[in-house]
């Protein structure tokens, strides 16, 4: 069964501070995996994808990593602000065959920035 | 573009009612999804569509639940009869390509009494 774990389930840091979210997947066989970020009230928005061949990928002050071998993948924070409060959620994609794919959803890291 | 839109934002109703949620896709996108999140199980797809054409169901809770998608532009989610624990939010969500980037709507919170 695929599953996506994500770590810590809850996170506190001070403003400016940086930070990594975890998530391990077992997903088979693996087409992508997204970091979604999910303001309260909000609907996730996409932050970045990486495929089976990065390693690295950054967006801002945002960057991914991802081990296709270990099958994990982080999400580096730096230099963290308010606004980066929200839920972080790890998305993985499977390659179900005949151009079909199925999505699995980590449950979410929530994260506060507090000043 | 307005990005996906959802329809009603919050709906409070007693049990036994009927609820529809309403969803406009971004224009030319050919995915479209429905999912629920509640706290306990974080978001779970309830259907998808591609093309109009429901592809995968399995994870719609029971028949109580029904999804439609008459044209390319609209979309709805139908519970009747309506029972608290159906309380979450839905979201609607489109893509261009079936493994593509989704694009969520700002979701319908429904509370069931």
């Known amino acids: 069964k695929n599953q996506v774990e994500q770590s810590p389930q809850s996170l506190i840091i001070l403003e400016g501070k940086n930070c990594t979210l975890q998530?391990?997947?077992?997903?088979?066989?693996?087409?992508?995996l997204r970091w979604y970020k999910q303001d309260t009230g909000r609907g996730p928005v996409s932050l970045t994808i990486?495929?089976?061949?990065?390693n690295t990928k950054s967006n801002g002050r945002y960057t991914a990593t991802l081990d296709a071998d270990t099958k994990q993948s982080s999400l580096h924070i730096t230099a963290s602000q308010l606004s980066d409060s929200a839920s972080y959620i790890c998305?993985?994609?499977?390659?179900?065959?005949?151009?079909?794919?199925?999505?699995?959803f980590g449950k979410g890291t929530k994260l506060s920035v507090i000043p | 573009d307005a990005g996906v839109i959802q329809s009603p934002r919050h709906e409070v109703t007693e049990m036994g009612q009927e609820v529809t949620l309403r969803c406009k896709p971004i224009s030319g996108h050919n995915s479209l999804f429905w999912y629920r999140q509640t706290m306990m199980r974080g978001l779970e797809l309830l259907i998808y569509f591609n093309n109009n054409v429901p592809i995968d169901d399995s994870g719609m809770p029971e028949d109580r639940f029904s999804a439609k998608m008459p044209n390319a532009s609209f979309s709805t989610l139908k519970i009747q009869p309506s029972e608290p624990r159906d309380s979450a939010v839905y979201f609607c969500a489109s893509s261009l390509l079936r493994a593509g980037e989704l694009f969520f709507g700002e979701g319908s919170r429904l509370t069931v009494l």
């Open positions: 990486m495929t089976f061949s990065e």
């Open positions: 998305v993985v994609s499977a390659n179900s065959g005949a151009g079909s794919y199925q999505l699995t």
């Open positions: 998530c391990n997947y077992t997903v088979s066989p693996f087409s992508n």
